[in-house]
């Protein structure tokens, strides 16, 4: 079956302006993860879905980022105001249960990669 | 608090050779231990994880993982490494124990095959 989809697979954006990354899940999915990851570095968790619960922001760095999740499939996440430092690889992730009391494992987007000029 | 380790940034193998990307971990109970491998320009890849029982765990591509508790290790093995295994391997652990607990990834291990 098809896996997450991320969208767009690039992104080159001036400083200051806002962005909308999009990502679907794969279908039954309830948990939908973001992370962010700079150049061949680790994984910075941003935000995290688990069904209709409240999400779990901790990760999000600032609050020029926010994401939503609809209908408890498609996510966006959205950057406003980007800055410089906003660059890097933004992926998604999404699993059959919760990160919690669950062994079930991630399946990743390909990311989008953004930029920042 | 959990937390992974991951201490080698980079391991560097002949082809043929057996191979170990090491991981240790932190967790409050039970530990559920997961590896991940990402290609360049993709996202990351599930490889295999550790549930419960035999402390040898076998995944894709020719992977295995031992499990050793009193050690909290999860060390990813490969008995003779291909070129084609040149990646970056994360680790990853979850507790069983609490449906509240995260999953938290590792740093990254460099894994560089030469032929």
Redesign the interface.
Known sequence: GAGVSQSPSNKVTEKGKDVELRCDPISGHTALYWYRQSLGQGLEFLIYFQGNSAPDKSGLPSDRFSAERTGGSVSTLTIQRTQQEDSAVYLCASSLGPTGNSNQPQHFGDGTRLSIL | AQSVAQPEDQVNVAEGNPLTVKCTYSVSGNP?L?W?VQYP??????LL?Y?TGDNLVKGSYGFEAEFNKSQTSFHLKKPSALVSDSA?Y?CAV??????????I????T?LSIRP
């Open positions: 559920y997961f991940y320009n993709r996202g990351l890849q599930f994880k549930i970056l994360f979850t507790s069983r124990d609490s449906s509240a607990s995260k999953i990834f590792g740093s990254g460099r």
